[in-house]
C-alpha cells in the first residue's frame, strides 16, 4: 500500500554516497512511494509537502558534507523537523573499526549538526569507496597516504568499494518500522 512518498536526497563527489542513495530508494519501495534525487536536482523544484519522510545522505570530501547538501537542509529545516528523517554519512572512516576513525566519524556528525541545526531521527556512519582511477593526482597521492595509514589496499590502478550493503540495507529497514510506528512516535 503506497501512501506515502519518501525523499531521499544525497550528495556525492564520485558517486559512491549515489549508490548508497538508490539502494535505500531500493529497499523502501515496496512499500512507499520513493523519490531518489541529488540535491542539485532540487534546486529551486522542492515541493516539500508531497513528502511524509526524508533520508538525507551526504559524502565526506576532505573533513566536511559538501556544501550543497548542508545547504539545503538549512534551507528546508522547519519542514525536516516536522516529518521522520534520517541521515547517512559515506565516509572513508565511516567504515573502519578503530577508536580513532570512530571519533572522526563523530565529529563529522556533529559538525554536520552543528552547521545545520537539523538533528535526524536516526543516523548511519558508512564507508564509501576509493575510485582511485577518478581522483586527480593530488587527490590520489593523498588518498593511498591515508589507505596505507588505515591498512587498506593502495594500488590506484584500481577503485575499492568499502560499503557495508547489508548496514545499508537495515538502516532502509529500520526508517520503514519508524514510518509504520507513525508521526507521533518516531
Not at 103 to 112: P, S
Not at 130 to 151: N, Q
Request: hydrophobic share 40%; net charge positive.
Amino acid at each position: 500500500m503506497k501512501q506515502h512518498r519518501i525523499l531521499v536526497v544525497y550528495a556525492t563527489r564520485y558517486g559512491q554516497t549515489a549508490k548508497v542513495a538508490v539502494r535505500i530508494g531500493n529497499v523502501i519501495r515496496p512499500e512507499y512511494t520513493v523519490d531518489v534525487k541529488s540535491v542539485a536536482e532540487l534546486q529551486g523544484v522542492f515541493h516539500p509537502a508531497q513528502y511524509s519522510g526524508v533520508i538525507l545522505a551526504g559524502s565526506v570530501y576532505f573533513g566536511k558534507h559538501q556544501r550543497a547538501l548542508r545547504d539545503f537542509v538549512r534551507a528546508h529545516l522547519i519542514f525536516l523537523i516536522t516529518v521522520p528523517t534520517a541521515f547517512v554519512s559515506v565516509s572513508g572512516a565511516g567504515g573502519a573499526q578503530t577508536e580513532e576513525a570512530r571519533l572522526q566519524v563523530k565529529e563529522y556528525l556533529e559538525r554536520f549538526r552543528s552547521d545545520t541545526a537539523w538533528n535526524p531521527r536516526m543516523t548511519l556512519a558508512v564507508a564509501g569507496g576509493v575510485p582511485y582511477t577518478r581522483y586527480s593526482f593530488v587527490t590520489r597521492w593523498f588518498m593511498k597516504r591515508l589507505a596505507r595509514k588505515r591498512g587498506r589496499i593502495d594500488d590506484t590502478a584500481q577503485d575499492y568499494e568499502y560499503t557495508d550493503w547489508n548496514a545499508v540495507e537495515q538502516f532502509a529497514l529500520d526508517f520503514l518500522a519508524m514510518m509504520r510506528e507513525g508521526p507521533g512516535k518516531a
